[in-house]
């Protein structure tokens, strides 16, 4: 379920996107590579967008 009407998070994707930006930011500073887990964030907001767009059409139905 969507934590939000304008975002389609769920409160643990929501939380899950945080985490991975902290451990991003972390990396940066240190001059790590961050690709991976911006690929990762892209994935989590792909798999949510999805499953809204599916929920969505149930509805208008």
């Known amino acids: 379920m969507a934590f939000t009407d304008k975002d389609p998070h769920s409160a643990g994707e929501i939380l899950r996107v945080v985490a991975l930006g902290i451990r ?7 001059g790590k590579p ?3 887990l911006e690929n990762r ?5 792909e798999k949510a967008q999805q499953r ?7 509805r208008k139905k």
């Not at 991003?24 to 240190?30: K, S």
């Not at 964030?41 to 907001?45: D, L, M, S, T």
């Not at 809204?52 to 149930?58: A, C, L, S, Y």
């Open 24 to 30: 991003i930011e972390r990396r940066q500073a240190r």
């Open 41 to 45: 964030v892209a994935r989590i907001g």
């Open 52 to 58: 809204e767009d599916q929920r969505g059409k149930g």
């Open 34 to 36: 961050v690709k991976a």
